[in-house]
């Protein structure tokens, strides 16, 4: 998790993301940084964030973002 809110915080240093839970819904993250944040995500983790898992909730929080990685992880 530490690796990931490193990349988060390469984004928005400035935000807190160990409470924040409205990252899309708060307009935090935009559509450029998703981007970012997804090819940063696949490199990092050796994971693919397909279409199907680019919904709010999966990026609306850290732990979520995070829980969407331990997915992926898992299904490889």
Do not use: C, R
Not at 24 to 53: C, M, P, Q, R, T
């Amino acid at each position: 998790m530490d690796e990931l809110i490193a990349i988060l915080k390469d984004i928005h240093p400035d935000v807190d993301y160990e409470t924040a839970t409205n990252l899309i819904d708060g307009k935090i993250l935009d559509s450029f940084d998703i981007i970012s944040l997804v090819s940063e995500i696949n490199d990092k983790f050796d994971v693919v964030i397909s279409a199907e898992y680019m919904i709010p909730e999966n990026f609306n929080s850290a732990k979520a973002l995070w829980d969407l990685i331990q997915k992926l992880e898992d299904e490889e």
